[in-house]
């Protein structure tokens, strides 16, 4: 006898709905994406109890006449695709047809909608999945989606749900993205009666974000405007000073649909890497506009993840994209010291936190004959002429070996050296297919291979390789690039690649904590040091040198 049948729509809608509302701000998100598809020029949400017990939204969008209404809380009844081809050319913000019968399967949901041309507006209430009201009401165009008990036939679900504060924060965000990226559409958030947001519409972004964030925080933003390729990418990128610990403010809009996508952030913040302090985040907002051919919004039910075509396409227009950006603001790590005017703090944690670095002008003045010490043969310690020193022996001379081997490294790009070798790899067959993926920006390095089968097995082997491994051997760090390239740690890029390759040697080379130095050794480190670019933190963005004002000295001895 067959154990196999057909589940119940029921079943089918509750099975849907536990991916796509798996928290109320999920709901929210939803709702907001239809009225924005409903072209509303005014969008009000109102929330009980952080969405639970009630989470009503209204929109002046275009609406729906009766029998749409009745239609629009099936599975899979939409007007926003037609045939399988549409699916490449998406341009509203749902198409999957799921979002109302979601809502309708966990709770109560009335639907009231009134189009331009109809007199009266119609109105439907679906509990537990069946039509428990429908008719007439008086109301004005547009919609209003009322959702009460959202979780009533999915109790378990509420047992997942963080504190109150944190749902109604992930509602928060919601609400925000939406704003950031509709600045045309004027946006009003209540909780328990309370307006938390509320913003007026606008044609310039920034005036958007003013209304939504801190105005420091606004006043500290760079533009973005890049193209490369097909892909177009504008927004704002935080001042290195005003970045952050948490990273809840990156924003990510593709074609103006909010996603996360951990390699452009992870890119964004690779490309950002010698400006920010460790464990410190930029604020971003960003679009890119991709042609929809290039791009596949159907693969996560609630939209949030695309796949590009070619993601290397579009991680390294983030590259230049901010690489531009830095440079058309002179944005050193100096610089963007002086150009702040007030302190930018690096804590050490090793130090204590009274440490703190202290260059209002971005240059600390050293005497020009200094006498060391070093302590716990980690750091070296001098007296400068407003206060006193502390350098991390091994994070300093690491930055000074790798500004001086990218310059060597440069310079012999350009001219082609390369030191032929031939060393044998001992890569999987993975490796093998990654090195010929990436063999093209291996070999403007100066890496090339050549394969050679032996017994059905393939062997990889170096052939040549940058001049600069002329006296080291070059496997180890091969090695290691890959498995950074494998592990998707390195962004792509003949730039990343670059920065892996100069840091690996860097601090192979480097003294280490621990070492025991002469004066001369240490002389030389903090001299060296003064000569190279970036010195404030090492290549891993780690300080390398904080001083400690006599002022503070003085404060903490009471003298002033
Ligand atoms: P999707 O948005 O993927 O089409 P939904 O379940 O979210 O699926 O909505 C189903 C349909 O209901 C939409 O295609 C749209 O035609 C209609 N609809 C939903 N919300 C609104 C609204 N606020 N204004 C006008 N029409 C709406
Ligand atoms: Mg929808």
């Not at 951990?262 to 410190?280: F, T, V």
């Not at 050679?452 to 940058?466: A, D, F, G, Q, T």
Request: hydrophobic share 40%.
């Amino acid at each position: 006898m067959s154990i196999i049948h057909e589940l119940s729509p029921e079943v089918v809608s509750l099975i849907a709905a536990g991916e796509i509302i798996e928290r109320p701000a999920f709901a929210l998100k939803e709702l907001i994406e239809n009225a924005i598809d409903a072209n509303a020029g005014q969008i009000s949400i109102s929330l009980t109890h952080n969405g639970l017990t009630q989470m009503i939204v209204e929109d002046d969008g275009k609406g729906m006449d009766s029998q749409d209404v009745l239609l629009s809380w099936k599975l899979h009844t939409t007007s926003k695709l037609h045939t399988p081809d549409e699916l490449h050319s998406i341009h509203t913000q749902g198409f999957r047809g799921e979002a109302l019968a979601s809502i309708a399967a966990t709770g109560t949901l009335t639907i009231q909608s009134r189009q331009k041309n109809s007199q009266l507006g119609y109105e439907i209430v679906i509990r537990k999945q069946k039509r428990v009201k429908e008719g007439k009401i008086g109301m004005p165009v547009g919609t209003r989606m009322i959702v009460e008990n959202l979780f009533e036939s999915l109790p378990a679900r509420q047992k997942f749900l963080q504190s109150p504060q944190t749902e109604l924060r992930h509602c928060i965000e919601v609400v925000t993205t939406y704003a950031i990226s509709h600045p045309g559409i004027r946006f009003i958030l209540k909780h328990n009666g309370h307006i938390l947001i509320q913003v007026s519409t606008t044609t310039d972004p920034l005036e958007r974000l003013t209304a939504l964030f801190d105005q420091d925080l606004v006043d500290s933003l760079l533009p973005v405007n890049y193209q490369e390729s097909y892909v177009t990418l504008q927004g704002f990128i935080s001042h290195p000073s005003k970045a952050t610990s948490s990273s809840s403010k990156q924003f990510i809009f593709l074609n103006h649909r909010p996603i996360k996508d951990s390699l452009i952030s992870g890119s964004i913040k690779e490309a950002m890497r010698e400006l920010l302090p460790q464990n410190k985040n930029s604020v971003f907002f960003l679009n890119f506009t991709i042609p929809n051919e290039l791009i596949d919004v159907n693969v996560h039910p609630r939209k949030e993840i695309v796949r590009f075509a070619s993601p290397t396409t579009v991680y390294s227009a983030v590259q230049s994209a901010i690489q531009e950006m830095l440079l058309s603001n002179s944005l050193t790590f100096q610089s963007t010291l002086q150009n702040n005017q007030t302190t930018a703090k690096i804590t050490d944690s090793l130090a204590g936190a009274f440490l703190k670095e202290i260059k209002k002008n971005g240059e600390i003045e050293l005497f020009k004959k200094i006498v060391c010490t070093q302590i716990h043969n980690t750091y070296i310690v001098f007296e400068t002429k407003t206060g006193f020193m502390f350098v991390d022996q091994h994070a300093a001379q690491e930055r000074t070996l790798y500004e001086q081997l990218k310059i060597k490294f440069q310079a012999e790009q350009k001219k082609n050296k390369t030191v032929q070798i031939r060393a044998a790899l001992s890569l999987s067959k993975a490796e093998i297919l990654l090195v010929d993926e990436y063999e093209a920006v291996f070999k403007t390095f100066g890496f090339t291979f050549e394969k050679k089968k032996n017994k059905n097995k393939e062997k990889m082997y170096l052939i040549s390789v940058p001049a600069l491994f002329s006296d080291r051997d070059p496997i180890p760090i091969f090695e290691e690039i890959l498995s950074d390239v494998e592990n998707g740690i390195a962004i792509r890029t003949t730039d990343t690649l670059t920065h892996q390759m100069l840091t690996y040697i860097a601090c192979h080379q480097s003294v280490k904590a621990g070492d025991v130095l002469t004066q001369k050794q240490m002389q030389g480190i903090v001299h060296e040091l003064q000569k190279v670019p970036n010195k404030f933190t090492c290549p891993h963005g780690r300080p390398t040198m904080i001083e400690i004002p006599l002022h503070d000295l003085h404060k903490r001895f009471q003298r002033i």
